[in-house]
Nanobody
Framework: QVQLVESGGGLVQPGGSLRLSCAAS????????MAWYRQAPGKERELVAT???????NYADSVKGRFAISRRSAENAVYLQMISLKPEDTAVYYC????????WGQGTQVTVSS
């Protein structure tokens, strides 16, 4: 069974930065595209960024130029560097494969507020 553990969230002022981390089991990392998703209050979960095993990345238009996804396969870890954060980035952030598996972690809360 895949286990995903997200961390690194917190409260940050607009314009601030955070780096999210995701530790996952080896089976996903060896073959899958990995992704970060987020779910804001009252909204559906949305795809934020993806990264292939070859390192190719894609981003939602709302975060392009501000977020950067990376992975260290040897460590079974995926990261999301976020800069120039906006209040609309407030959400619970999750990592998972893309397409997603049913095995979601608990997520990490990111709150952008002054």
């Amino acid at each position: 069974q895949v286990q995903l553990v997200e961390s690194g969230g917190g409260l940050v002022q607009p314009g601030g930065s955070l780096r999210l981390s995701c530790a996952a089991s080896g089976s996903i990392f060896s073959i899958s595209v990995m992704a970060w998703y987020r779910q804001a209050p009252g909204k559906e979960r949305e795809l934020v960024a993806t990264i292939s095993s070859a390192g190719d990345t894609n981003y939602a238009d709302s975060v392009k130029g501000r977020f950067a996804i990376s992975r260290r396969s040897a460590e079974n870890a995926v990261y999301l560097q976020m800069i120039s954060l906006k209040p609309e980035d407030t959400a619970v952030y999750y990592c998972n494969s893309y397409p997603s598996s049913p095995d979601w972690g608990q997520g990490t809360q990111v709150t952008v507020s002054s």
